[in-house]
């Protein structure tokens, strides 16, 4: 089944740790989206790579690392800098091109914090 | 940047009938899409409809359509015929054809269908 796939469901972050979820996807899309999802409110863009070893910031950056080293795979570090990690992570991917430009959503992460 | 205002928090509907939801957005570009999404209990994010700004043929999709009018900004999904299944929350969103084509999102309006 082609989709994207994030890991794991529900993530434990203790105090001074980084954590990393994954996402991958098999929809061979060039562009993959992380979005950060708080109680009442709609999605915000962390980072977002429209092409393999290439990424951006997006709006909320500050506390988190991406890497882009092959075109399935889109880590995202939450690191000890980010101080309030506890949200739900989205995970999306895109063709990049502009006539079918729809974002395909993973099924999250939960992060809490201990 | 573009802003994607939800004003209805919370709605509910009857099963069968029809509710509307409200979005507006603010922009200074002229091609764009819209997006509604939906986000069941399960958290997954379903893309519901898709409108591009240079139509103005309102996008269908069975029982959802939408009415566009884009010099007032507006971008409203209706659902017909309400199912139980359609219980969720309902995200608007906006893209731009420039830049990276981000999405950025509305603060999500929560439906509830009453059997």
């Known amino acids: 089944d082609g989709g994207i796939t994030q890991s794991p469901k529900y993530l434990f972050r203790k105090e001074g740790q980084n954590v990393t979820l994954s996402c991958e996807q098999n929809?061979?899309?060039?562009?993959m989206y992380w979005y950060r999802q708080d109680p009442g409110q709609g999605l915000r863009l962390i980072y977002y790579?429209?092409?393999?070893?290439?990424?951006q910031k997006g709006d909320i950056a500050e506390g988190y690392s991406v890497s882009r080293e092959k075109k399935e795979s889109f880590p995202l570090t939450v690191t000890s800098a980010q101080k309030n990690p506890t949200a739900f992570y989205l995970c999306?991917?895109?063709?990049?091109?502009?006539?079918?430009?729809?974002?395909?959503f993973g099924a999250g992460t939960r992060l809490s914090v201990l | 940047a573009q802003t994607v205002t939800q004003s209805q928090p919370e709605m509910s509907v009857q099963e069968a009938e029809t509710v509307t939801l409200s979005c507006t957005y603010d922009?200074?570009?002229?091609?764009?899409?819209l997006f509604w999404y939906k986000q069941p209990p399960s958290r997954q994010m379903i893309l519901v409809i898709r409108?591009?700004?240079?139509?103005?043929q309102n996008a269908t999709e069975n029982r959802f359509s939408v009415n566009f009018q884009k010099a007032a900004k507006s971008f409203s999904l209706k659902i017909s015929d309400s199912q139980l299944g359609d219980t969720a929350m309902y995200f608007c969103?906006?893209?731009?054809?420039?830049?990276?084509?981000?999405?950025?999102f509305g603060t999500g309006t929560r439906l509830t269908v009453i059997p």
């Open positions: 999306a991917s895109s063709t990049g091109s502009l006539a079918k430009n729809i974002q395909y």
């Open positions: 929809l061979n899309h060039d562009a």
């Open positions: 790579s429209q092409i393999v070893n290439d990424f």
């Open positions: 922009t200074s570009e002229n091609n764009y899409y």
């Open positions: 409108q591009e700004a240079y139509k103005q």
């Open positions: 969103a906006f893209m731009s054809l420039t830049g990276a084509n981000n999405l950025f």
